[in-house]
């Protein structure tokens, strides 16, 4: 007897041609860039990003970042997933005069889907 779910199609939620998104500024090892992510209106989930302002070759693997981490969150995996599978370094940091362990984004990736994370309401965390 097949499995049932072996005969299932993929299916990618596409979103509308006009939609809400949200816009904030990233950095990453002191290179700024944007994020943009396209929310669905209905869902008010996370389902395309897009990243500008880097330069060079930082802006073309954001770029193309981007184009996978859309396909990913349309196909269906939770932001919470991806930024799990993320690399984090840690670091130690000045808070109220006293030294606290914290994480960052191992690469600008990482540093995007933390921003996902950020905009995500439907994620637990905020992705750093």
């Not at 509308?16 to 290179?31: L, Y």
């Not at 990243?51 to 196909?75: N, R, W």
Request: contains cysteine.
């Amino acid at each position: 007897m097949k499995d049932a779910s072996a005969n299932m199609e993929p299916h990618r939620r596409r979103l509308p041609a006009r939609r809400p998104s949200i816009t904030c500024q990233v950095e990453w090892q002191g290179q700024a860039f944007t994020v943009t992510v396209g929310i669905d209106p209905i869902t008010g989930q996370p389902l395309e990003v897009f990243a500008g302002e880097a330069k060079g070759q930082m802006l073309a693997t954001i770029g193309d970042a981007c184009v996978a981490l859309s396909l990913a969150m349309q196909y269906g995996a939770p932001v919470a997933e991806l930024a799990k599978s993320m690399g984090q370094v840690p670091e130690w940091v000045l808070d109220g005069g006293e030294m606290v362990e914290t994480v960052r984004s191992a690469s600008p990736i990482g540093a995007v889907v933390a921003a996902i994370m950020r905009v995500d309401k439907n994620s637990e965390g905020d992705g750093e």
